[in-house]
């Protein structure tokens, strides 16, 4: 069992652990020991200095596409989106269909990468690649195993392709947590892209197969307007009443935006008690509004963070977060520090749920994924303005990990990958992109 003793520390989380200087010991892949001042002696430990940095559990990304890696600095010959059904069909809809398998393998260790060097242990990915369907899931894992990373991977179905890629892309959810998941390390949902390109038969479909798994669903829902358009005048209700008709709503699903949701639709999300994730950076991108998150969390709603693809900067977006409602609501007390907690909480609860092991605070029996942060404050720090220092630390000075512990394992060091030739990676990324560009 690995053994690794972090001294001189500043430690803290956001749930009451705040030390100035103290120690941590990791047993396996769990925190086994806390304390202050000096560091005992840990016979055969590997002896971590941290030099007074700040020492945090690792953040968890509840929605991202990694699929999404090779597009930064894409030439489009059209792009004039005027809907978000536009941004849709002249972006996303075009790169996911130039995704081979190679591809997909790269941009998820391209897209791991980064979130590793963002101080995020944990990804809740939802993967489309249509022409490079059956073994997509895996290609992930590979590119994530790598690099260390936990995550939940699911395969986007949708109608939008016909039916031979609508069934492969089920088969692909179900052979993916039927033969891969692991325990600890590698989760499963059922991915489906939105109700908006999902009919009746393929959502039943997909219910009596997720269902004998004891698989949740991950979906968009109600991004944009096109969503609830399509169920009021397909089917004659709004969108989460529709998917609701299919059990989707459970607690185990994670339905990322949220946004055009009417005041019945929470309710009944508040009832139902599925995750509804934000993503406040890729809704300002994509223009499609604000989602109501303190609504929601005040109605109990469990409502978690994601980046869409948009980064992986889960700080970065938390603090968009706030800045979003602010703006929305013309209100600059919008969006409250307990607000944030309670979606950094649920964050961490989702990770605890899908990997069967205590999340988000540095004591004994939780998670060994901590994040030791490159940071000295120039005021005073506590308990109570440790999430105010790391917001603004981030976009201030650009808050780095030196270290990323993963499940007990040293996953980044002094800000690298051990063992990993990332200038080689990045240069087989450019060469793929290019090749990928010239077919979108
Ligand atoms: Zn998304």
Known sequence: MGLILIQNARIADFFGTFLDSGYVIVEGERIAKVGEGLAPEVPGAVRLDAEGHLLTPALVNAHAHLYSSLARGIFLREFSPKSFRQILEQLWWKLDRALDLEGVYLSALVGGLAHLKRGVSVIFDHHASPTAIPGSLSQIKRALSELGLRADLCYEVTDRGGPEECALGIEENVRFAKEERIPGRFSAHFGLHASFTLSDETLAKCRALAEPLGLGFHLHLAEGKEDPLDALQKYGMRTAERLDQF??????????????????????????????????????????????????????????????????????????????????????????????????????????????????????????????????????????????????????????????????????????????????????????????????
């Open 247 to 440: 059990g989707i709503l459970r607690e185990e699903s994670l339905l990322a935006h949220g946004i055009n949701l009417s005041q019945a639709e929470l309710e009944l999300l508040a009832e139902r008690k599925p995750t509804v994730v934000h993503n406040p950076r890729s809704n300002m991108n994509n223009a499609v509004g604000a989602a109501q998150v303190e609504k929601m969390v005040a109605r109990g709603i469990p409502v978690a963070l994601g980046t869409d693809g948009f980064g992986c900067d889960m700080l970065g977006e938390l603090l968009s977060a706030r800045l979003l409602a602010h703006h929305a609501q013309a209100d600059p007390t919008a969006f409250s520090d307990q607000v944030s907690q309670k979606i950094l909480e649920q964050n961490y609860l989702l990770a605890q749920k899908f990997f069967s092991v205590p999340f988000g605070k540095v004591a004994p029996g939780y998670a060994a994924d901590l994040v030791l942060w490159e940071y000295f404050p120039p005021t005073p720090i506590g308990q109570a303005n440790l999430l105010s220092h790391l917001l603004f630390a981030n976009i201030t000075e650009g808050l780095r990990p030196l270290y990323v512990i993963v499940a007990g394992e040293i996953r980044l060091k002094e800000g690298k990958v051990p063992d990993l030739d990332e200038r080689d990676i990045l240069a087989k990324a450019q060469k793929k992109a290019k090749e990928l560009w010239s077919r979108v």
